[in-house]
C-alpha cells in the first residue's frame, strides 16, 4: 500500500503534534488544578484571590480541551499510514512504542468525548464521569511523554528541515492541509469559548450555556429539579451556623456585602453578576465564631452530589465570600438558592452550595 497524500509528512505530523502536546499539556494541567480544588489532599491550599482565577484556568481547560479535537483528528490523519506498516512488531522497543500508540490515542479520545459532552450538558453514561476523567487523563499525559521521548529524535528532524520538495500529489498540498487544521482548531474554540468569554459570545454558536436562566445567571440544578421547593419555600426556615440559629429576616438584618463575583462552572460556562448578602467574616462574628475557622457548608437539598461543600479557612476569612440573598439587585429566586446561597471568589461552581440550611464549624 502506498501513500502519498501531502497530509502524510513527517513533518506536516511533527508541527501539529507540537501543538497537540500543547494543548494537551495546558488541559491536563489545568484539570488536575481543579481537581485538586474539589478534592484538596493535606498539603494542597487554593487562594480566595484573584476573584477571576478559576474562571481563566477552568475555561482554559475547556478551551485547549476543544482545540485539542480537531488536532487529533488531523494527526492521526496524518500518521495513519504508519498504522499499516508491516511487519506489525519488529522488536520488543517497537512493540512498546505500537502500544503505547494505541494507548494514547484510546485515552485521548475518550478525554476529548466524555469533556464535550460533559460541556454540552450531555451524560449518556451510568458511571459517575469526573473520577473516569481524572484517572485517564493520567494514562493519557503518560503516553503522550512515551510518545514525545520516542519520537523525540524524528520531530527534532523534522522541524529543523526548512523545506521539503512537495510531493507530487493531486489533492491538498501540505501547506493547505496545515491550514485547514489551523482554522479547523480556531472554529472550535470560537464556537464554544463565549461560553466563558463574554466578547466572544456574539459570534460563539456553541456556547449555549451563557446568559440563558432567570436574573441573568444560567442555572445547572433547578430547585424542583432538587427536590427543595417546599422547604426552601417554607415560612420556618432557618439557617444554623455552629450553635446559633438565624431566620432571613435576621440575616438580611445584619450588615450587607455587595460585589461583582463570578459563576465558574466546570462544564466551561462561566458567568459574572452582582450578588449581595451577608459576608462569611460578618456572619461568623455574629454566630461567636472566629473568621478563618473551616466550615461545611450543608444544603436543604439530599443525596445530590453537590448538597455539600466545605469552606477552608483562607475562604471564611474573605471578606467577598458571601451568603447571598440578592442576585443582580433582586432577592435570590428558587432556582439560584434562595433562601440563601454560597458564593465564594475564586472557586468551581460545584462548590457554591445553593438552598443552605446550616453551616457547621470545625475546630
Ligand atoms: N445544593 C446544590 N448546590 C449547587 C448545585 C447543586 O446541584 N445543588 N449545583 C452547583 C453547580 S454545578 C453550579 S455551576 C452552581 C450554579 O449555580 P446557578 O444555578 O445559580 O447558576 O451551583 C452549584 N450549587
Ligand atoms: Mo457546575
Redesign the pocket.
Known amino acids: 500500500m502506498r501513500f502519498r497524500g501531502a497530509a502524510h509528512s513527517e513533518r506536516v505530523s511533527a508541527r501539529i503534534g507540537v501543538w497537540l502536546g500543547v494543548s494537551f499539556l495546558i488541559c491536563f494541567l489545568t484539570g488536575l488544578l481543579s481537581h485538586l480544588i474539589q478534592h484538596p489532599p493535606d498539603w494542597f491550599g487554593w487562594p480566595s484571590r484573584p476573584v477571576w482565577l478559576y474562571r481563566v484556568t477552568q475555561g482554559l481547560h475547556v478551551v485547549s480541551g476543544i482545540a485539542a479535537i480537531p488536532l487529533l483528528l488531523a494527526k492521526l490523519w496524518s500518521v495513519y499510514p504508519k498504522l499499516f506498516g508491516r511487519p506489525l512488531v519488529r522488536s520488543p522497543l517497537h512493540a512498546l512504542e505500537r502500544g503505547s500508540i494505541l494507548v494514547l490515542s484510546g485515552s485521548a479520545f475518550f478525554q476529548l468525548v466524555t469533556g464535550l459532552l460533559n460541556v454540552a450538558q450531555n451524560y449518556p453514561w451510568n458511571f459517575y464521569f469526573p473520577q473516569l476523567h481524572y484517572a485517564l487523563a493520567w494514562v493519557a499525559i503518560g503516553s503522550i511523554a512515551v510518545h514525545v521521548a520516542v519520537k523525540l529524535p524524528i520531530v527534532r528532524r523534522a522541524l529543523r528541515r526548512e523545506t521539503e520538495p512537495e510531493p507530487e500529489s493531486s489533492g491538498l498540498s501540505r501547506r493547505g492541509f496545515l491550514r485547514t487544521t489551523w482554522l479547523a482548531a480556531g472554529a472550535a474554540v470560537v464556537a464554544t469559548a463565549g461560553a466563558t468569554v463574554p466578547w466572544l459570545r456574539p459570534v460563539s454558536g456553541l456556547s449555549w450555556r451563557s446568559d440563558r436562566?432567570s436574573q441573568g445567571?444560567?442555572?445547572?440544578?433547578t430547585a424542583a429539579a432538587?427536590g427543595?421547593v417546599d422547604k426552601a419555600a417554607s415560612a420556618d426556615w432557618r439557617l444554623d451556623v455552629g450553635t446559633r440559629t438565624f431566620s432571613r429576616a435576621e440575616l438580611a438584618a445584619l450588615p450587607q456585602t455587595t460585589a461583582e463575583l463570578p459563576?465558574?462552572?466546570?462544564?466551561g460556562w462561566s458567568?459574572s453578576a452582582v450578588w449581595t448578602g451577608v459576608s462569611l467574616p460578618d456572619l461568623l462574628r455574629a454566630a461567636g465564631v472566629a473568621p478563618g475557622s473551616r466550615v461545611g457548608v450543608v444544603?436543604?437539598?439530599e443525596g445530590?452530589?453537590?448538597?455539600r461543600s466545605d469552606l477552608p479557612g483562607e475562604h471564611t476569612a474573605d471578606p467577598l465570600t458571601l451568603l447571598a440573598l440578592k442576585?443582580n439587585g433582586e432577592e435570590l429566586n428558587l432556582?439560584?438558592?434562595f433562601p440563601c446561597?454560597i458564593i465564594a471568589p475564586n472557586r468551581?461552581?460545584?462548590?457554591?452550595?445553593?438552598?443552605v440550611r446550616r453551616l457547621e464549624v470545625s475546630p
Open positions: 436562566g445567571v444560567p442555572v445547572n440544578r432538587a427543595v459563576i465558574a462552572c466546570v462544564e458567568q444544603s436543604l437539598e445530590g452530589l453537590y448538597a442576585l432556582d439560584h438558592g446561597r468551581p461552581g460545584v462548590l457554591q452550595t445553593k438552598w
